[in-house]
């Protein structure tokens, strides 16, 4: 499961530079539109073990193009390529409980209702305001066979296929990390959930506990808060006030607010207080910039009461438009219009939006 190697960020963004020099993508929209696609670089998705059929993907010289799906094996973990640095994942949104995994014996074994559903009406927002595709990363394996959003002895707990699905799911958001790094040498990573806890709201996790967010404005603005959040990246930005992204107006939080969605931590809501609150998992702390690197990580744990079929997309549209805004304001990106990244920038092509 070895066998294809991944490439590291020196070569990345050598090949970066490479194709900025060949193609001309200087900052700004090039005259004529070049066909760039991104090199797979997973070392598991496509590693299929020994006696069983090959994936639907291909190897180390196949390419991603936005907007395509890729599929790991037998359609257990699906990716849709973006040109955004932007990603988001599902990890508890799968149905499928196939008799060659059996059910797991330990850990949380609970559905999250219409994850899979509102993480798909986001991403289409998202291309629908901004003409490009987010990168997209959904489980479809029910929560009973394998967790994605835990380490790999509780996610699978032995199992070589849930083992190779949990592979699979991580090296596809690895891969799309690798992507934005390259397009933007930043990005966001989304993991989404949704959950019924008696306060109905919006839970957004940044690895910070309730009572690290019950600090002041001050005491947050530390470097420790910074360095413990999964936001790391970000929060070290010069120019960049940390409780403003945390819990601001301009926060994902204070956006979602405005849009009549009760959030936490927000300007309404700064804290949790004794209330349940999650505060992020194992991927928005493995995939965030908590550990190093420029992609930084939020969960956005949704209240199910938003995702019923007859209202969810009115929420979907909201949080989009709020993630847009959250990227652009504080990251200085062009999402709704090209160069997408003004500071370090190859182009991608977007997609024709309708007039």
């Not at 073990?49 to 037998?74: H, L, M, N, Q, V």
């Not at 990168?135 to 009973?144: A, D, F, T």
């Not at 956005?300 to 549209?317: C, M, P, Q, S, W």
């Not at 990227?327 to 997609?351: K, S, W």
Request: aromatic share 12%.
């Amino acid at each position: 499961m070895n066998n294809v190697k991944r490439f590291s960020r020196p070569i990345i963004l050598a090949i970066a530079t490479l194709l900025i020099l060949t193609t001309g993508t200087l900052a700004g929209h090039p005259t004529d539109e070049p066909t760039l696609s991104l090199v797979q670089t997973t070392d598991s998705a496509w590693a299929v073990p020994s006696g069983d059929e090959s994936s639907s993907g291909g190897d180390a010289r196949a390419t991603y193009i936005p907007g395509e799906t890729y599929w790991g094996r037998k359609h257990y973990i699906e990716y849709i390529a973006g040109n955004l640095p932007i990603i988001i994942s599902a990890p508890h949104g799968g149905y499928l409980k196939p008799s060659e995994i059996p059910d797991r014996t330990w850990g949380s074994m609970g559905h999250d209702y219409r994850s899979q559903e509102y993480t798909r009406e986001v991403a289409n927002y998202i291309t629908e305001i901004t003409g490009r595709y987010p990168h997209v990363i959904i489980n479809h394996l029910h929560r009973s066979k394998l967790d994605a959003n835990r380490d790999l002895n509780e996610a699978a707990q032995g199992n070589q296929w849930a083992e190779q699905a949990w592979y699979e799911f991580h090296a596809f958001i690895d891969d799309a990390e690798a992507a934005s790094v390259m397009q933007c040498d930043q990005g966001h990573y989304f993991d989404f959930h949704s959950n019924g806890h008696a306060d109905q709201w919006v839970e957004l996790g940044f690895a910070l506990t309730s009572s690290n967010l019950n600090r002041s404005d001050e005491a947050l603005n530390s470097s420790y808060y910074k360095n413990k959040s999964s936001l790391r990246n970000i929060a070290n930005t010069p120019g960049i006030y940390f409780p403003e992204i945390v819990r601001g107006a301009t926060s994902l939080g204070g956006l979602l607010q405005a849009w009549g969605y009760k959030s936490v931590p927000s300007p309404a809501h700064p804290h949790p207080g004794g209330s349940d609150y999650f505060s992020g998992g194992y991927n928005s702390r493995r995939h965030g910039s908590k550990n190093g690197g420029t992609i930084d990580g939020t969960q956005v744990e949704t209240y199910y009461g938003f995702l019923h079929d007859n209202i969810r997309d009115v929420y979907a549209y909201a949080l989009a438009e709020s993630i847009v805004d959250f990227l652009e304001t504080h990251y200085g990106f062009n999402l709704r219009e090209g160069p997408v990244c003004p500071r370090f920038y190859i182009y991608l092509p977007a997609i024709v939006r309708d007039s």
